[in-house]
């Protein structure tokens, strides 16, 4: 787990470097070499336009949203955003030299990512905190808003940036009036290169987590990583686990031979009503009464229905996670695997579509069978599923639909490659 890799500092040679700063100006500068160089190549007042609002809004980033960002050190440059940044511009690369290749424009490639890049990131983000909102619900609006922009530390979820994305796509396509679903089947394999780079990013913030496991690949977390807060709250790191069900009251459902709650006498099938003389009613609570007992060194006092009391010492805490599958790999792989499939079947497609169908139809199979070894999602909708499970149905349904469409079009594609 690499969370951050270096700081920026606030100051250079004296001067500021976020806000109105150092930042701010090699951005200005970058910005209007860019618009000049595109200006050059396309001689198209309207495409210099297109790139003005989103080189604006990393402007205003610089200048409002970094500074905030900024620990007493200065910018943390964390792992997961800087996997991030490489996936976007891996992707893009892509892009731009399939599309030379296909006959297109490589720079309105470039300025057609400018557009899903916001698009994405915004519709990934606003997923992850309507699904997590408790995790960012602040005391006050200023305060909501700061964790909510926080992304650097991991936090965005795939299906929203695709839908997102998505819809920036469609929005500078239908403005340029490009070839809606020639530029979806180049745009295919970039959106699966990066998410496989993405991914890598996911493994060094710790998000995106599996279950426990004893292969000799199993990866640990150190402790504030989103998995070891996670066993934490659910007894884990103790050698126990109790059910997901987050209103009912907790019951023991695993424990590991020879662990701490093993040897104190816990068994699978109780159901904790009292921890440390405090009731339980829903895992929430639970989580609270872990941390304040870790917190504060004091043993955990588990009470159980039948009557019968439990304690183990949580002093000196566990150095690391127990060990769970590297999901984030795993993902990576599959990620790979079907960027190439998508760039070996690309010559071969006989109609416009075929290759972003594809995808839609591959994606969201190995994604729902990837879910059931991750234990960073509950169950949602009362279906016992996890919203990313349940969203891949739905896409499966809608993609069946696209294939039909896509079957009664004749054959033949608008652009080469």
């Known amino acids: 787990m690499f969370d951050t890799l270096f700081h920026i500092r606030h100051e250079i040679g004296g001067l500021p470097v976020f806000g109105v700063g150092l930042l701010l ?68 690369a892509l892009l731009a030299w399939r599309a030379k290749r296909a006959g297109l424009d490589p720079d309105q490639m470039v300025s057609m ?25 602040q005391p006050t609006v ?16 795939v299906y929203g940036s695709l839908v997102a994305g998505m819809g920036g796509m469609l929005f500078y396509v239908r403005k340029h009036r490009l070839p809606l679903l020639a530029v979806c089947d180049l745009l295919a394999p970039s959106l699966l290169l990066g998410l496989a780079i993405g991914r890598i990013g996911c493994l060094a ?15 640990t977390f150190p402790p504030g990583s989103p998995v070891y807060e996670q066993q934490l709250a659910r007894g884990q790191l103790w050698g126990f686990a109790l059910d997901g069900d987050p209103a009912a009251v907790p019951e023991v459902t695993w424990v590991a031979a020879d662990s701490p709650a093993d040897r ?21 609570t639970v989580a609270l009464l872990f941390r304040t007992a870790v917190g504060q060194r004091e043993p955990i006092r588990l009470e159980t229905a039948a009557g019968r009391h439990v304690q183990f010492s949580t002093s000196p805490p566990p150095e ?28 071969f497609r006989r109609r416009d579509g075929e290759v972003f169908a594809l995808m839609l139809t591959i994606y969201p199979i190995t994604r729902f069978l990837l879910e059931v070894i991750r234990t960073d999602e509950g169950a949602s909708l009362g279906t016992g599923l996890s919203i990313s499970q349940n969203l891949s149905l739905l896409l499966l349904l809608a993609i069946a639909a696209f294939w039909f469409y896509l079957c009664k079009q004749p054959r033949g594609t608008a652009l080469a490659g």
Request: with cysteine; hydrophobic share 55%.
């Open 25 to 92: 100006a090699a951005w200005c500068l970058f910005a209007l070499v860019l618009l000049i160089v595109v200006g050059w190549r396309t001689r198209s007042g309207r495409e210099v336009a297109g790139y003005v609002p989103l080189l604006a809004l990393v402007a205003a980033a610089i200048v409002w949203l970094l500074p905030r960002l900024c620990d007493d050190v200065g910018l943390p440059i964390r792992g997961y955003g800087t996997m991030l940044l490489v996936a976007i511009v891996s992707a893009t």
């Open 113 to 137: 990512v400018f557009w899903m890049f916001v698009t994405g990131i915004i519709g990934a983000r606003l997923f992850y905190v309507v699904e997590y909102w408790p995790e960012f619900s």
């Open 142 to 157: 200023g305060e909501t808003l700061g964790a909510i922009v926080n992304f650097s530390k991991g936090g965005l979820v």
């Open 205 to 219: 913030h710790g998000c995106c987590f599996g279950g426990p496991c004893d292969a000799p690949w199993a990866v």
């Open 264 to 284: 104190a006498g816990l068994r699978p099938g109780e159901r904790i009503v009292a921890i440390n003389d405090r009731a339980v009613r829903d895992a929430g």
């Open 320 to 347: 690391r996670s127990r060990p769970t599958h590297p999901t984030q790999i795993y993902a990576s792989i599959n990620a790979m695997v079907i960027f190439l499939f998508l760039l070996a079947y690309a010559p």
